[in-house]
Nanobody, 117 residues
Framework: QVQLVESGGGLVQAGGSLRLSCAAS????????LGWYRQAPGKERELVAT???????YYTDSVKGRFTISRDVDKNTLSLEMSNLKSEDTAMYFC???????????WGQGTQVTVSS
């Protein structure tokens, strides 16, 4: 059974930094695409960044140059390093995973990031 558990959210001032972590169990990192989504109040959930089983990374345009996705295969941990945070980054952030062959998607419970201006 796949389990994804986020941590690291919080309140930060605009321009500050935060690091989100996702502890994953029940998967092999090299066979899964993992990523982060976010959802702000009243808005649809949007993709933030992904990392493939081979290590290829994708970022949505609004976070390029500010956010960095990484993984630790030995520790089964996915991370999102966020810097130069803006008020528009305020959202619930969700860890996400899906096997490279497709199929069932797995979600964490979410961690709140609030950026004060």
């Amino acid at each position: 059974q796949v389990q994804l558990v986020e941590s690291g959210g919080g309140l930060v001032q605009a321009g500050g930094s935060l690091r989100l972590s996702c502890a994953a169990s029940g998967i092999f990192f090299t066979t899964y695409t993992l990523g982060w989504y976010r959802q702000a109040p009243g808005k649809e959930r949007e993709l933030v960044a992904t990392i493939s089983g081979a290590g290829s990374k994708y970022y949505t345009d609004s976070v390029k140059g500010r956010f960095t996705i990484s993984r630790d295969v030995d520790k089964n941990t996915l991370s999102l390093e966020m810097s130069n945070l803006k008020s528009e980054d305020t959202a619930m952030y969700f860890c996400w995973g899906q096997h490279a062959m497709g199929g069932v998607q797995s979600w964490g419970q979410g961690t709140q990031v609030t950026v004060s201006s």
